[in-house]
């Protein structure tokens, strides 16, 4: 499973941006797709996942403000992320957990990261 993500950048405190992460491979099925983002010296956390039945679930940090989606027939999550602070600057994934078989279990897949940088 190959993970593409774009939409990272810098902008303003108060501005807005929008990821997206597109998964391609011989993919069977996918579940849950989501965002997580580490910055610098910190763990890597939770920020929005969304199940393939359209569930959400987000981090109390950035609950009101970031909104994740997803395009199951293009095998894409997106993350609209306004009223950005200076808080929010890190190195967000994108990961997806996805059956390549039917008969095979869910692995967890992650891309390669996209720079939000967020100045004050």
């Known amino acids: 499973v190959q993970l593409q993500a774009s939409g990272g950048g810098l902008v303003q405190a108060g501005g807005s941006l929008r990821l997206s992460c597109a998964a391609s491979?011989?993919?069977?099925?996918?579940?849950?797709m989501g965002w997580y983002r580490q910055a610098p010296g910190k763990q890597r956390e939770l920020v929005a996942t969304?199940?393939?039945?359209?569930?959400?679930n987000y981090a109390d940090s950035v609950k009101g403000r970031f909104t994740i989606s997803r395009d199951n027939a293009k095998n894409t999550v997106y993350l609209q992320m306004n009223s950005l602070k200076p808080e929010d600057t890190a190195v967000y994934y994108c990961?997806?957990?996805?059956?390549?078989?039917?008969?095979?279990?869910?692995?967890?897949?992650w891309g390669k990261g996209t720079q939000v940088t967020v100045s004050s």
């Open positions: 491979g011989r993919i069977f099925s996918i579940n849950v």
């Open positions: 969304i199940t393939s039945g359209g569930a959400t």
């Open positions: 990961n997806v957990r996805a059956r390549l078989n039917i008969n095979w279990a869910q692995s967890d897949y």
